[in-house]
DNA sequence: GCCGATATCCCCCGGCCGGGGGAGGGGGCG
DNA sequence: CGCCCCCTCCCCCGGCCGGGGGATATCGGC
């Protein structure tokens, strides 16, 4: 049935939960570990370099985290799926896994069987939780509205123009007004939205559900 | 490996897909479907008496249909895993399945590697969804169009980063290259999308399916 | 071997943008 | 009546951006 092993890439800051995840990992017929990594640049320089089909992911490690480095794996061209492996379950890790891409998210208490079965699943394309996330996302769903910033109306409306990709001078024709109100109006998004410049403001304020694009 | 075989029970309305589940999942030899039932009520009582391990429950089912069979199933002593499978994914489903206790969920057009796979996974007590059912879970979020520009692997990694509202040289940091490099990429990325400036860019590229947000 | 595509670096320059101020008028609310 | 928020307009200035040129190296295909 292993028509070819999947490739895989450990990132773990202790050179112990490596070498367990390897053992673990190799003992697989279809499995094969391909490198290690011990931070989350060298998980991405690794996976840059050794193409896996999945990187095993540790959240805690010093420098580039797991979740930084997962977004930056997933950048890479035909990138590799993602499995985030943490220690505890309600470090609120879990959504923002899933949110920057990740695959799937294993607590490292589970057992060998667990281990190699998640990463079979992920292998093929599949996503995979243990149920207490299912739950929690479940729950946190609808937080899409919730703790946006509050923008008055004419801010929204410059918002959206923003994200139209007008500049500021299309902007005040559109809306008939100086140059000088929406540059103030701008500014406001962009304190309001914590965000440096258009670009943020426009993806900040999508993701928060005060623009539709 | 396969201590004892997973014992599997299907349930779908319709001969042939049961049939096709049971040549499928029997193939497996730690894998054995272990009964059939053609409608909610009889996977019930099917649970009930043969006590599997795993329900691979279809949703469209005639009389008491698959979600609610599956809360039934699931108040069931020492319940087994259900695997929800449906023909849509866009049919809201989703959300439904796992409220009521499911432990994944698995799209008809999933090929047997994954069926298999996908037992496999509920059964050691995991959760399982497609991919696309957590980025709906995560951000209820209109899909991607065709026809998109032709970007090279490394301009879309760089509007990616774009997207995220990063300067060229934070870009450049990123990537351990020239801010000269960077400029140059955008470049081709603004002309690729008729873009005016890195705003549009992002825009353009979200519509286009290039780049998540 | 040649050529195209891709990726990397370099220079100049005009322009829009964003930060930091200030200032006036109108409307709601105590 | 005052206060505060919203909308409107104004000035200066530093910085990043985007357009216009080129240049070199590697790789793959014909």
């Not at 070498?19 to 290690?36: C, H, M, N």
């Not at 409306?157 to 007008?166: D, I």
Request: glycine share 8%.
């Amino acid at each position: 049935m292993p028509d070819t092993p999947v490739r895989v890439l450990v990132a773990d800051d202790e050179p112990l939960v490596r070498s367990g995840l390897r053992l673990i990992l190799d003992a697989e017929p279809d499995l094969e570990v391909v490198g290690e990594a011990g931070d989350g640049a060298q998980a991405v320089e690794l996976a840059r370099t050794l193409r896996p089909d999945v990187v095993c992911m540790d959240v805690r490690m010093p420098g580039v985290d797991g979740l930084r480095a997962t977004e930056l794996v997933l950048r890479l061209p035909d990138p590799p799926r993602v499995l985030v492996v943490t220690t505890f379950e309600h470090d609120g890790y879990v959504l923002d896994a899933l949110t920057v891409g990740a695959s799937g998210f294993l607590l490292k208490r589970a057992g060998a069987d667990e281990m190699v079965q998640a990463v079979r699943t992920v292998a093929v394309g599949q996503s995979l939780l243990y149920p207490q996330a299912v739950r929690d996302l479940v729950r946190a769903r609808p937080r899409a509205k919730t703790g946006a910033p509050v923008l008055t109306p004419r801010e929204r409306e410059v918002l959206s123009l923003v994200a139209e990709g007008m500049t500021n001078a299309e902007i005040a024709t559109a809306l008939v007004v100086g140059v000088e109100t929406v540059r103030t109006h701008v500014a406001s998004v962009l304190a309001k939205l914590q965000a440096r410049d258009r670009t943020q403001a426009v993806v900040l304020g999508y993701r928060a559900g005060l623009v539709d694009l």
